[in-house]
Nanobody
Framework: QVQLVESGGGLVQAGGSLRLSCAASGGTFSTYTMAWFRQAPGKEREFVAA????????NYADSVKGRFTVSRDNAKNTVYLQMNSLKPEDTAVYYC?????????????????WGQGTQVTVSS
């Protein structure tokens, strides 16, 4: 019912910035909590950031606090992840996810819809 498409990944040097976008279609975007997860080679998928359906509330993994900012534009059915001061350990495939409800969940099993992922590579 809901389709999510990520974009904006790429190769960047340590200390650089990238902005990821996630475009949603096929649902009522303003009713969904949105989140970003990432998965590095050989590791489990981990939570990065989430934003409430109104945009009023956000939460972040400790590893990205102060460096990443999640935002959304409901008029454009799009959620963003601004990534600053990137580190090599940020290298991963980044996934956009959606769930219906207001709780800011941090577990991937709580999300119903997923994008295909976009690769972020940070060189040292």
């Amino acid at each position: 019912q809901v389709q999510l498409v990520e974009s904006g990944g790429g190769l960047v040097q340590a200390g650089g910035s990238l902005r990821l976008s996630c475009a949603a279609s096929g649902g009522t975007f303003s009713t969904y909590t949105m989140a970003w997860f990432r998965q590095a080679p050989g590791k489990e998928r981990e939570f990065v950031a989430a934003i409430s359906y109104s945009g009023a509330y956000t939460n972040y993994a400790d590893s990205v606090k102060g460096r990443f900012t999640v935002s959304r534009d409901n008029a454009k059915n799009t959620v963003y992840l601004q990534m600053n001061s990137l580190k090599p350990e940020d290298t991963a495939v980044y996934y956009c996810a959606a769930r219906r409800g207001s709780a800011l969940k941090t577990m991937d099993r709580d999300f119903d819809y997923w994008g295909q992922g976009t690769q972020v590579t940070v060189s040292s």
